[in-house]
């Protein structure tokens, strides 16, 4: 192994930015570390000093993200533990006997779960529209697939799985001219690729601030961009109205019951700002030069099938992969303990789209490529595949 390698052994090779960024960029931890040792107060639970420093960075934060997805009421985005808890919040607040749900087929279960349930329980109907095995969705089956008593459309704004990118535009334009709420999951491209609440037809945005907001984990949020009603999901403490047996209506009160997550706010609020400051389009840029590179150097590999799409502007960076005649969970292994390279493998939360890709079975090792993904990295990850091969052979 060449000197170059040798360090990135000693160092590890992170290549599972799907799942969560690392490194996080240093002024994250130092937001964090500020807060924890020269503030540590709530946010609207007092009057004095600290607290209304700590009212004004969630304040600030508030903005800072509605500058990102260009929301101009900060009052509408409503801070969670993260984007699961953001859909399930959504689904569960507006869904009634009897509603529709039309949704794609490459969702995680952070949706597909919740839905199930709620068919379930609120006899709901679910409508999962057909997808090709690239994981490309026509948004005109979108509209051939509602119906009168369609209340909502959900879609994940990328697979987390083959990276591929949804019509996003496309199915708000839809929804708008039917008047259904359309939600739509910013997990794998929120502070990855640019996403307008206005132009892109958004009512909900869901968003978690552990992978491309680049934040602390246990962040994430809503921005509400609907004027319909949305049961709260629980009750609780907000810091004001006490006397009141019910939550407020106003926002973001009434979703924010208890002790907000300040020091994971600390870290977002840093994010945030590094995201604006550096611009979501050249962060974009600099992941699909690395992304366009990693498919052609694995496509060069004999016996390396790769699944989804394989034109980078149709993509994020999370590729999915399988080797013949290799177990992928004892692939993932391998390149942990041989060469310090940590992947994903398995079916990654998204059952249906591993059923169309024929891997439900199997699973395939996807490694997710992130802001900080270097070409070297990822040729050090080529390097040890191709030992691993031979190591197979042999």
Partial sequence: MCEQFETLFKKGVYLDHAA??????????????????NNGAS?????????IKADYMVYETRKWIGELFNHKKPSDIIFTSGVTESLNGIMRGILKDGDHVITSSIEHNAVWRCLKTLERDRNISITTVKTT?????????????????TKLIVFNHASNVIGTIQPIREIGKIARKYSILF??????????????????????????????????????????????????WKSGGTGGNSADPFMPEILPNKFEAGTMNMVGIAGLHASIRYLLDTGVDKICAVEKEVIGYTLEQLGAINGIQIFGTNNVDLMVGAISFTIDGIDSGKAG?????????????????????????????????????????????IDYFIYALKELLKEQLN
């Fill in 333 to 377: 292994s391998w390149l942990d303990k041989r060469y310090h390279i940590m992947v994903r493998t398995g079916i990654h939360c998204a059952p249906i789209l591993h059923k169309i890709m024929g891997t439900d079975k199997t699973g395939t090792i996807r490694i997710g490529i992130g802001y900080s993904t270097t070409k070297e990295e």
């Fill in 20 to 37: 969560t960024s690392f490194p996080k960029p240093d002024c994250v931890v130092q937001s964090i570390n500020n807060y924890i040792v």
């Fill in 183 to 232: 939600l739509l999951d910013t997990a794998q491209t929120a502070g990855i690729l640019p996403i307008d609440m206005e132009a892109d037809n958004i009512d909900i945005l869901a968003f978690t601030g552990h992978k491309g907001l680049l934040g602390p984990s246990g962040t994430g949020g809503l921005i509400i961009n609907w004027d319909g009603d949305i049961e709260e």
């Fill in 133 to 149: 095995k690239e994981g490309i969705t026509n948004h005109k089956d979108i509209e051939d697939n509602i119906q009168r008593n």
């Fill in 43 to 51: 946010s609207s639970r007092g009057g004095y000093g600290r607290a």
